[in-house]
């Protein structure tokens, strides 16, 4: 009995030991990998801490909001950052118009039909993240594409864009370049979905559409016709809402968020490896083909953010006056009206890369 309770001890003993040991390299191998973080010194000072407060951030696009900032090790902010991911910069400015969040970001031709809601939308625009203007194009079916070789060509034809949206824009500043009225050609409104399948089977001889349905179009055989590269800004807008803008503690924690948000620009630009790794995989593309796509488009245009300029409400308001004669807006506006200038001066002391 001695013997047996003896060796009952002993294999205690050396349970305990391996149980510590295997908890030690447990809590070395935890050590050894923490979670990234990149030291980040902003270049405005605040008076006040910002531990008390919460931004509520919606975006119709990750890779220029949490995902970039999660990847570059930039999220650690002084302050809570709640995100929600919306399809669409329409749907943004309907939650800060409902007061469900303080900012958001997306694309020039929503804050115009937001303006004309109740409350003027409850937003301003208050800073540009400059971008490419790459894959929004004119394009033409594999069908037609030996009949048309010119805007002009489409005299008479089938020519399917998404309403009420940059493509809407650049298509009419194309046909009247061509000497084309908008009536000229047959106008057919689609999704970006719909549309891509149309100019593939030949159901509409030409599109206009951006991203992904003009990609997947030109490797099912269709070509481009033309290119907006030169027609868009490529200003991709952040938007406030008027309580967020006016509090200086959400303030000056927004100002802080978009540094970061430049930073993080510039290390996906610096890791494009690590940045196509981590972002392909939340879209399910293939990390070659998004590298591709993400290097291309940061060569045509840096992306940063940049404070509001002369240049960019020149922008919009062209693009207003085009909604205005095309009759999508009932009444013109005022394109300087959208804006918030109150951060300028701050984030003009962003690094420009």
Request: net charge negative; with cysteine.
């Amino acid at each position: 009995m001695k013997k047996n309770a003896l060796i009952f001890v002993l294999i205690t003993i050396l349970s305990i030991i391996l149980t510590a040991c295997s908890d030690q390299d447990m809590g070395e191998k935890q050590s050894s990998s923490p979670t990234k973080e990149t030291v980040f010194t902003p270049s405005n000072k605040y008076n006040n801490e910002l531990t008390g407060v919460t931004l509520s951030i919606g975006t119709a696009s990750s890779d220029l909001a949490q995902s970039i900032l999660v990847a570059a090790g930039l999220d650690n902010t002084p302050y809570k950052v709640d995100y929600h991911q919306l399809r669409g910069g329409n749907l943004v400015l309907e939650a800060i118009a409902a007061g469900q969040i303080d900012a958001g970001s997306g694309s020039q031709i929503p804050p115009i039909f937001a303006s004309l809601s109740k409350n003027g939308g409850n937003f301003k625009i208050i800073a540009i993240r400059k971008g490419n203007t790459l894959n929004q194009e004119l394009i033409v079916s594999p069908q037609a594409k030996d009949s048309i070789k010119t805007v002009a060509d489409l005299k008479g034809k089938k020519v399917a864009y998404v309403k009420n949206t940059t493509a809407q824009y650049f298509l009419y500043k194309m046909l009247t370049d061509a000497g084309l009225k908008w009536e000229d050609i047959d106008s057919l409104p689609m999704t970006t979905s719909d549309g891509l399948s149309a100019v593939v089977t030949g159901d509409v001889d030409a599109l206009a559409s951006y991203d992904q349905s003009i990609i997947q179009a030109k490797e099912n055989g269709a070509v481009t016709l033309r290119s907006a590269e030169d027609v868009l800004s490529g200003d991709f807008y952040w938007y406030a809402a008027f309580n967020t803008i006016n509090d200086p503690a959400k303030h000056a924690a927004l100002v802080d968020y978009l540094e970061r948000i430049n930073e993080a620009d510039e290390w996906a630009r610096q890791h494009p490896d690590e940045w196509a790794q981590a972002y392909a995989k939340e879209t399910n593309q293939k990390v070659e083909d998004y590298k591709r796509i993400f290097e291309a488009g940061e060569k045509q245009r840096k992306g940063r953010i940049a404070p509001v300029d002369s240049a960019t409400i020149a922008s919009e308001q062209d693009i207003i006056d085009s909604f205005y004669k095309l009759g999508a807006l009932k009444q013109n506006i005022d394109a300087a009206s959208l804006f918030d200038r109150s951060f300028d001066k701050e984030i003009s002391n962003f690094k420009v890369y």
